[in-house]
T-cell receptor, first 117, second 108 residues
Framework: GAGVSQSPRYKVAKRGQDVALRCDPISGHVSLFWYQQALGQGPEFLTYFQNEAQLDKSGLPSDRFFAERPEGSVSTLKIQRTQQEDSAVYLC???????????????FGEGSRLTVL | KQEVTQIPAALSVPEGENLVLNCSFTDSAIYNLQWFRQDPGKGLTSLLLIQSSQREQTSGRLNASLDKSSGRSTLYIAASQPGDSATYLCAVGTALIFGKGTTLSVSS
C-alpha cells in the first residue's frame, strides 16, 4: 500500500482479554516503531524494530505488552490481560532506516484506538 | 533522559497572522528533529525533518529551525489559514521522543 496501514481501527475489550494490533508498514521500510498516545498527550515510544530485530523495547510499560515482526515486514503488538489504563491510541510508524544512527523521516498510520471496559 | 517541551500548549490567531511554535529538548546529542501535524482522531503527518547537521528546513509556508547547542527548535507558519488548525508536535532522536504539542486554532 501507499501508506502505513493499521488494523483494527477501533477495538473494545473487556478487562482481562488479550488483544492484537496489526501494522503494515510502507513497503521496503526497514524501521518500524510503536507508540502509545493517551488523550491530550503526545505519543509515547513503546518499541522499535530494524527489519525483524527488536532493537529497543524500553518503552513497553509492562510484561503484558509484547511486539513482534517475524519476517521484517508486518508487525503485531499484543497486549495480554488488558487493563483500563491500557486504553489509548496505538500508533505505528515506519521509515526507510538510514545509516549513521538516524532513521530518517517517519510515516505514521492512523492508529488503533483501544478501549478497555 | 530526553525531555521535550512545547510552548505554548494552545494558540488562537486570526487568519493571515504569522506565528511561531517553540520546541525545546534537554539532550542536545540528537540525530534529527521532526515536526508533525495531527488532526483530531487522525494519525501524524510529517511536516519537516531536520537532520542534526542542518539548521533549517522549509516547505511552502512552513520553516523549521534547529539550534542543537541551545536545545531549541522553532516552527514558523507564515500567513496562517483556517486549514492550519491542528495540533503540532515536535519529536527528537532516533526513537522520536515527543512533546505534548501545541494546539493551533486559526479563525477566519
Amino acid at each position: 500500500g501507499a501508506g502505513v496501514s493499521q488494523s483494527p481501527r477501533y477495538k473494545v475489550a473487556k478487562r482481562g482479554q488479550d488483544v492484537a494490533l496489526r501494522c503494515d508498514p510502507i513497503s521496503g521500510h526497514v524501521s518500524l516503531f510503536w507508540y502509545q498516545q493517551a488523550l491530550g498527550q503526545g505519543p509515547e515510544f513503546l518499541t522499535y524494530f530494524q527489519n525483524e530485530a527488536q532493537l529497543d523495547k524500553s518503552g513497553l510499560p509492562s510484561d503484558r505488552f509484547f511486539a513482534e515482526r517475524p519476517e521484517g515486514s508486518v508487525s503485531t503488538l499484543k497486549i495480554q490481560r488488558t487493563q483500563q489504563e491500557d486504553s489509548a491510541v496505538y500508533l505505528c510508524a515506519s521509515s526507510l532506516g538510514l545509516a549513521g544512527g538516524t532513521t530518517g523521516e517517519l510515516f505514521f498510520g492512523e492508529g488503533s484506538r483501544l478501549t478497555v471496559l | 533522559k530526553q525531555e521535550v517541551t512545547q510552548i505554548p500548549a494552545a494558540l488562537s490567531v486570526p487568519e493571515g497572522e504569522n506565528l511561531v511554535l517553540n520546541c525545546s529538548f534537554t539532550d542536545s546529542a540528537i540525530y534529527n528533529l521532526q515536526w508533525f501535524r495531527q488532526d483530531p482522531g487522525k494519525g501524524l503527518t510529517s511536516l519537516l525533518l531536520i537532520q542534526s547537521s542542518q539548521r533549517e528546513q522549509t516547505s511552502g509556508r512552513l520553516n523549521a529551525s534547529l539550534d542543537k547547542s541551545s536545545g531549541r527548535s522553532t516552527l514558523y507558519i507564515a500567513a496562517s489559514q483556517p486549514g492550519d488548525s491542528a495540533t503540532y508536535l515536535c519529536a527528537v532522536g532516533t526513537a522520536l521522543i515527543f512533546g505534548k504539542g501545541t494546539t493551533l486554532s486559526v479563525s477566519s
